[in-house]
């Protein structure tokens, strides 16, 4: 453990504190390019946890699962072509490894993170021109993934939060009752497809903002990874 800020576990992954506190989660009717499934804008609380500061790279996936089914292989680029399912063994594998708490994170969790404490379509602000120095999107990745950790990283220490790969999270997916009941730490557990977060090297700024969700089934694409949380 370096600090209590950031720690690195045992495959050399780092993980940065997300210190607990409230956000607004969603998009306001005012932000462009959004969509019907982000609204309403609610309230929510989270506890700390820690989040890895970069997606889980294929180098770090391969060396828990033993496989790498990617379609752009390189040891530092982020693993794609991986389930849910997947994703979630990842988790408990290495839990077991640690004797720690892995996981993947919640939707509320993933944005939160993203946001870095800003209220704006990206990390960074609303200026969709500086999307370049920080995510690898359509019109500067050459249609493939790029190693982990390259761009510039948003407020909270964090990489790849826009772009490169869609993210996996914990969530079900649901259009409708996007505002929870459960305004601390919630979850949603009912659903039949699951929730994905961050854009990809395929999409347009649109699909790149904090606030946009999209449903996808439990399936390979090479489009989409995830990045991993642990429970302080």
Known sequence: ??????????IGMKLVLIRAGDFLMGSPETEIDRDSDEEPVHPVRLSNYYMSECLVTQKQFESVLGHNYSIFKNPANPVEMVTKTEADTFCRKLSEMEGRNYSLPSEAQW??????????SYSYGNDVEQLKDFA???????????????????SFGLYDMHGNVWEWCLDK???????????IDPICTKGYIFVIRGGSYLN?????RCAKRFGYNNQRNSTVGFRVILKR
Request: glycine share 6%; aromatic share 12%; proline share 5%.
């Open 1 to 10: 453990m370096a600090s209590e800020n950031i720690i690195t576990n045992s």
């Open 136 to 154: 690898w999107f359509k019109q500067n990745s050459d249609n493939h993934t790029h190693p982990v950790g390259t761009k510039k990283n948003n």
């Open 204 to 208: 347009e700024p649109q699909a790149l």
């Open 111 to 120: 944005e939160y993170a993203c946001r870095a404490g800003s209220y704006f």
């Open 173 to 183: 997916w649901q259009e409708a009752g996007y505002d929870p009941e459960d305004k």
